[in-house]
């Protein structure tokens, strides 16, 4: 079974653009969460689609959106970035059935973002 | 929301048994408590879950106690490339803690 699949792998924007992330999740999860993870702040959850709908939401600002679609493949889109936007976003998948703490996540490798 | 305290890093030998040890203090009630383990330049890899006492599976134990405000991950004898970061996930707010780099050396 393939994993999950994050493209682009690397990618490099300049300050006031915004980008647009691509999650393929493993074939029959409905669920994808999208993470931030920065050497300073960590793992950070932003948030979980179930469904085509948003199902939870961590602590970010309003530039930070995403969407899923009726294949469960899912976008994440950061508008206006800033320089500490600069991160590895994580997108996962799992079957999403239950609670989402109560479920095992595989993980894609990952998208590269720098803003400079 | 369930908060996670983990020791910022760990040294082992390989063939010990390593006991990393989660502190969760204000679990919910419906809260599991999952562990990742992440290699650099990789994504979150799942460890093992449970929800009280004992979990076991061929690479990791869990052990929570009753009142489920700790967990430790238990690695039987560890080799060099179980060098990583391990996490301790609780909480519906899926809130990763800093993690606990383990170094497994010769």
């Known amino acids: 079974k393939a994993g999950v699949t994050q493209t682009p792998r690397y990618l490099i924007k300049t300050r006031g653009q915004q980008v647009t992330l691509s999650c393929s999740p493993i074939s029959g999860h409905r669920s994808v969460s999208w993470y931030q993870q920065t050497p300073g702040q960590g793992l950070q959850f932003l948030f979980e689609y179930f469904s085509e709908t948003q199902r939870n939401k961590g602590n970010f600002p309003g530039r930070f959106s995403g969407r899923q679609f009726s294949n469960s493949r899912s976008e994440m889109n950061v508008s206006t970035l800033e320089l500490g936007d600069s991160a590895l976003y994580l997108c996962?998948?799992?079957?999403?059935?239950?609670?989402?703490?109560?479920?095992?996540?595989?993980f894609g490798p990952g998208t590269r973002l720098t803003v400079t | 929301l369930a908060k996670t305290t983990q020791p910022i890093s760990m040294d082992s030998y390989e063939g010990q048994e390593v006991n990393i040890t989660c502190s969760h203090n204000?679990?919910?009630?419906?809260?599991?408590i999952t562990w990742y383990q992440q290699f650099p330049s990789q994504g979150p890899r799942f460890i093992i879950q449970g929800y009280k006492t004992k979990v076991t599976n061929e690479v990791a134990s869990l052990f929570i106690p009753a009142d489920r405000k700790s967990s430790t991950l238990s690695l039987p004898r560890v080799s060099l490339s179980d060098t990583a970061v391990y996490y301790c996930l609780v909480g519906i707010d899926m809130r990763f803690g800093a993690g606990t780099r383990l170094t497994v050396k010769p």
């Open positions: 204000n679990i919910a009630t419906n809260d599991y």
């Open positions: 996962a998948s799992s079957t999403g059935t239950a609670p989402i703490s109560s479920y095992e996540q595989y």
